[in-house]
């Protein structure tokens, strides 16, 4: 059985950083592209950042936040500094084989965690 379950959410000032993990399990790790996604409310799912071997990022968030794998613990982790109020949404792990589809689209990924909220204040 495959879980995601991310951890690492919270509430924080304007300017600040968090520091978001996901933790896997039943997955070949190895092989799946890794990404996190966003949703804030009444606004569509936004993806954030991916990761196969290289990085890609949301134009909203390249610069401040930085996506991460660890293969050996089967975790994705997604730091983000200079936190800005429109940051503030509902967080989702994701994992996705399908290379051949752009990281961005959700149509990439199969399996999804539950989300971790995170809110920032001005």
């Known amino acids: 059985q495959v879980q995601l379950v991310e951890s690492g959410g919270g509430s924080v000032q304007a300017g600040g950083s968090l520091r978001l993990s996901c933790v896997t399990s039943g997955l070949s790790f190895s092989s799946y592209r890794l990404a996190w996604f966003r949703q804030a409310p009444g606004k569509e799912r936004e993806a954030v950042a991916g990761?196969?071997?290289?990085?890609a990022y949301g134009d909203s968030v390249r610069g401040r936040f930085t996506i991460s794998r660890d293969n050996a613990t089967k975790t994705v982790n997604l730091q983000m500094t200079n936190l800005k109020p429109e940051d503030t949404a509902m967080y989702y792990c994701?994992?996705?084989?399908?290379?051949?589809?752009?990281?961005?689209?959700?149509?990439?990924?199969?399996?999804w965690g539950q989300g971790t909220q995170v809110a920032v204040s001005s």
């Open positions: 990761i196969v071997r290289g990085t």
């Open positions: 994701a994992a996705g084989r399908d290379l051949s589809r752009r990281w961005s689209w959700e149509s990439a990924y199969d399996y």
